[in-house]
Each structure stands twice: as C-alpha cells, then as structure tokens.
C-alpha cells in the first residue's frame, strides 16, 4: 500500500494505490449416519486464489467540495475438486467507482456516487456434497458459478452531532449473473435444488438510519425499503418482472 499527499493552493489531493493476494482453502466431508456408522462420504476440496490491486485519488476543492475516483481490478482463480472430477474458473473485472461530496459542516454532508462491485458465489452454493438434512428437499451447490456484478447509484445525506444521529441513502441498484436457488427435479417426492446465475436484477430503494445517544441509553435503528424486479432470457421473462415491495429494519439499544 502507498499512499501520496499533494496540496497545492486551495487543492489537496490523496493518491493512493495498494496490493492484496487472499489464497483461500476448504476441505469439505458429507457422510449418512446409519446405526451409528458414517456412510457414503462425499468430499469437496475447494482452492480459491484473489488478486486485486487499485489506485484511487481523492481531491479537496475550496468551498468544502471533494472529489474521489478509484479503479479496482480483481482476478479470480478457483479450482474444484470432487469425484475424481477438477473444475477450474478464472475471471478478471475491472471495478470503477466516482464520488462526489459536499460537506456544510464537521457533521453534515450530503455525497453522489457511483460504484460497481462483485459477489462471488459462496462455498455453500458450489459445494457439490448433497445437502439431506431434509431429506424431502436436497440442495447441491453449483461449481459453474460466476460472480453476481452489480452497479449502484446514490445519493447520501449524512448528519452525525453528538446526542442525535442520522443518514438517509437513495439508491439504486442493476445486477447481472443473480445468483440464486433454483428448484432443478423433483424425484419420487423428493425435490432437488441447486444454485444457478439466473439473468439480472435491479432494486430501487431508500435506506434510512437514525441513532439517539443519551447518557445510559444509546438507540440504534434502521430501516430498508426497496422495490425489486428481475428477467432471464433463459427462463422466458424477456421483459422486466412486476416490482415488489420489500423491506428489513433492525433496532437496538
């Protein structure tokens, strides 16, 4: 990681750029229990390789304007193993994002922004061991997943003082290879799931979060309210879905 300052009358800009390798290993064993003796192991051996490198400036303008502009890459490497079967993904993206800032004071600020990043699909969703902990509804993970890509635009308002906390994001969000769980067979009763990268998604939404600080007591809550609709060619949805409503909150104290 380096990082460089340079200011130069009422301009001061960050320069930093950076490096990370992350080798991941899992090793992964099912076996039936029957009359106390373990049978039918299956085993999965996953090795996932991450390279990811970026450089990003940021630059203060008088009147408490900012700019920040970053470019990420990340190369991905995976290798499967199971039954006697190897299966290997490699995959490179390039990840911009831009931000634009404007603070009134120490604790009030409002930011425009546009990013782009990654999901890679989890160890659960490529994992091939059958999954029979109901044994009406077996799941197996998918080792020909792709990451879920996803570009995001939003707004921000922020004012953090002492007692009385608070943030509002409108956003939204188009996400393409959506990973998700996808009814394959059903067998003798029994169905069979899998994980599959079925077409794309968007989200339009509002995130709202507020804190109350007192002298014993600190208030924390937050709440998401967002439309979703998505299409897969594949699957006959040419156009976008009829958006539905969702929404999480949490609050704590």
């Known amino acids: 990681r380096f990082n460089k300052r340079i200011k130069k009358n009422n301009v001061e800009n960050n320069i930093e750029t950076g490096f990370k390798i992350i080798n991941r290993n899992r090793e992964i064993v099912y076996s039936d229990l029957e009359s106390a003796i373990y049978k039918n192991a299956e085993q999965f051996i996953y090795n996932q390789l991450v390279a990811s490198s970026y450089l990003s400036t940021q630059i203060k303008l008088p009147y408490k304007l900012a700019i920040k502009a970053g470019i990420r890459n990340e190369y991905t490497k995976s290798l499967s193993n199971f039954d006697n079967y190897s299966i290997e993904n490699e995959y490179n993206n390039i990840l911009p994002s831009l931000t634009f800032s404007k603070s009134f004071s120490p604790i009030n600020s409002i930011k425009i922004s546009h990013n782009q990043r990654i999901t ?7 994992n091939t ?22 570009e995001q635009y939003e707004i921000g308002i922020n004012s953090f003082k002492k007692v009385f906390q608070s943030s509002i994001q409108i956003y939204y969000k188009h996400s393409k290879n959506v990973i998700e769980s996808f009814l394959d067979t059903i067998k003798n009763g029994v169905s069979e799931s899998t994980y599959k990268n079925i077409g794309e ?32 060619k594949n699957l006959g949805y040419t156009n976008w879905t009829k958006p539905v409503v969702l929404y999480s909150y949490n609050f704590n104290f």
């Open 129 to 150: 061991n059958v999954n029979r902990t109901d044994n009406r509804n077996t799941t197996t993970g998918n080792p020909y997943l792709i990451p879920t890509k996803t």
């Open 120 to 126: 890679r699909p989890s160890i659960r969703q490529i």
């Open 201 to 232: 998604s968007k989200q339009n939404g509002i995130s709202l979060f507020t804190g109350l600080s007192l002298k014993k007591i600190n208030l924390r809550g937050g709440l998401n309210l967002y439309t979703y609709s998505g299409k897969d």
